[in-house]
């Protein structure tokens, strides 16, 4: 069984500034992909950031220049640093991971329950 736990969401002001862990726990032999996407309101999941276990990052256009994800592989987790944080960037963050359980395992996609994010005007 693997669990991916969330924290760091919170309410701020515009042009203010957050920081989002999530830590993957259980049965895993490796962790390919970690990352972030946002659920806003009424609206569809969207991509924020993600990163492989050798390093490589892909971001959303939205959030160049000012989100950074990074990992910490031997701790199994990601964070996403947020800055320069606008009202458009409200939403719930869910933490997403393609982990393989065991050696012999396929990859297998698995989902945290998500921190709110709200950014006020």
């Known amino acids: 069984q693997v669990q991916l736990a969330e924290s760091g969401g919170g309410l701020v002001q515009s042009g203010g500034s957050l920081r989002l862990s999530c830590s993957a726990s259980g049965t895993i032999f490796k962790i390919n992909v970690m990352g972030w996407y946002r659920q806003a309101p009424g609206k569809q999941r969207d991509l924020v950031a993600t990163a492989t276990s050798g390093g490589v990052t892909n971001y959303a256009e939205s959030v160049k220049g000012r989100f950074t994800i990074s990992r910490d592989n031997a701790k199994n987790t990601v964070y996403l640093q947020m800055n320069s944080l606008k009202p458009e960037d409200t939403g719930v963050y869910l933490c997403?991971?393609?982990?393989?359980?065991?050696?012999?395992?396929?990859?297998?996609?698995?989902w945290g329950q998500g921190t709110q994010v709200t950014v006020s005007s």
């Open positions: 997403n991971a393609l982990i393989s359980p065991r050696s012999w395992d396929s990859s297998y996609n698995y």
